[in-house]
Each structure stands twice: as structure tokens, then as C-alpha cells.
């Protein structure tokens, strides 16, 4: 796929999570779609798809986006590299000893996460997905990684959806 063409399936994309945010206080019928300005070629395939599935964060699908277009003009690096990375921080992890109580906490787990990276942008998901793999709740994870932004920043996010240590 030419970066053109992934541009304008994200640009796609993102219109359509935008339109499907803005309808959430809509009545699943056209008219009330309309009225709330999504436009004609999106409204019904929104209402679709509002009946058909349950309720969804779209800012989880918001940011998988960015991290593609991201990827696609290779401003962050390879996948392949950083799966490798990801994959011998779990080795060195799990040949240590018994981890203490403490390091179970969502913010050592993230801090501990982001050292291994050695200075990558690590995506947001990743870092959900290590907490998560660590018996750390997603609602948990997030809020410590606002924590360590917004709050201690001992973390920052140098670009949309991307993490590293200070």
C-alpha cells in the first residue's frame, strides 16, 4: 500500500470515529443523526453499526490509527525492532527472582517497562498491554500512565500516543 492511499484510508477512518463520537446522544434514526450534523454518507452506516455492537471507547481506535500513520512514515521505527526489544526485556523479567510486592504496582511496571525500551518511544498499548500481562487492570494502567505525565512527569509523550521516560 502506497503511503498516499494509507493516508487517506486513516484520514477515512478518523472522519468516521469523529462522526460516530458526535452521535452518541443521537436516537438511532436518521433524521436525528442529520440534525446533529453527521453527514449523509456516514449516518447510516453509523446507526448500523450502533445497533449491531455494544457501547466502545473510540479513543482506543482513535490512536491505532496514529500509531499505523505513524509506523507507515517510519518516524518511530520499525515494529520488528521493537517487538525484539519487548521480547528480551520479558527473558531478562523472567529470570530474575521473585519480583517484591511493590514493583506490582502500575507505575514500577511502567517505569521498569520504559528502561528496557532504552530510549525508544514505546506506544501506548504496549504499556497497557504489559501492565494488563502483569495482572495490572487497564483502567489501573491508564490512570498511572496520566499520573506519570500529567502529575510526577516522570514520563513524557513526545508524539501522539507515544511514551518515554524523562
Known sequence: MNLK?????ADSTLRRIDYYSKSQDCELEL???LNAGVPKDLASGI???RSHYSAFDTEIY???VLQAISL???RVGSVEVQSQKIGEFKEVREE???EAREDLQPRNIIIQFLESQEDAFVDYDSIV???SRRGISR???EDAIEYLRETSGEIIEPKFGFYKLI
Open 62 to 64: 482513535r490512536v491505532g
Open 5 to 9: 492511499k494509507a493516508v487517506d484510508t
Open 139 to 141: 483502567e489501573d494502567a
Open 129 to 131: 498491554s504489559e501492565c
Open 96 to 98: 530474575g527472582n521473585q
Open 47 to 49: 446507526i448500523a453499526s
Open 31 to 33: 433524521t436525528s443523526f
Open 72 to 74: 507507515a512514515t517510519d
